[in-house]
């Protein structure tokens, strides 16, 4: 099981790869979107938010997410470090059933690109 350091360091990264994308990637990660990432097997949830293309402001809390957020996953750690590191592919995924993905219909149109 994925440490909460790691999947620290999985947002981190995700962050960073999200910044320095270009094209289509980089129009899509350009939402101001509340999010949030339940880590199901930890019990844990990040928070933050998706702007200027970049997660900023993320925390970890306790349990299920306390409030809802515009863009909210539900997955576990392991997988959260594997979408990350590019092991487990998004649509496969999500596909699955091993990612959750919850927005509004617009973000999910404009967050295709991402997948």
Do not use: Y
Not at 38 to 53: I, K, M, P, W, Y
Not at 93 to 102: E, I, P, Q, S, V
Request: some cysteine; proline content about 4%; charged content about 25%.
């Amino acid at each position: 099981m994925a440490s909460i350091e790691e999947c620290h360091r999985a947002l981190e990264q995700l962050s960073r790869n999200l910044a320095t994308a270009g094209g289509d990637v980089r129009k899509a990660a350009e939402l101001d979107r509340s999010l949030s990432c339940h880590l199901t097997d930890l019990d844990l949830t990040f928070t933050g938010r998706l702007t200027a293309g970049r997660l900023a402001d993320v925390a970890d809390h306790p349990g299920p997410p306390a409030t809802k957020a515009d863009i909210r996953l539900t997955t576990t750690g392991d997988d959260l470090v594997a979408l990350v590191d590019g092991r487990l592919p998004f649509p496969t995924a999500w596909a699955t059933g091993r990612l959750k993905l919850d927005a509004g219909f617009r973000d999910l149109l404009r967050l295709r690109t991402l997948l």
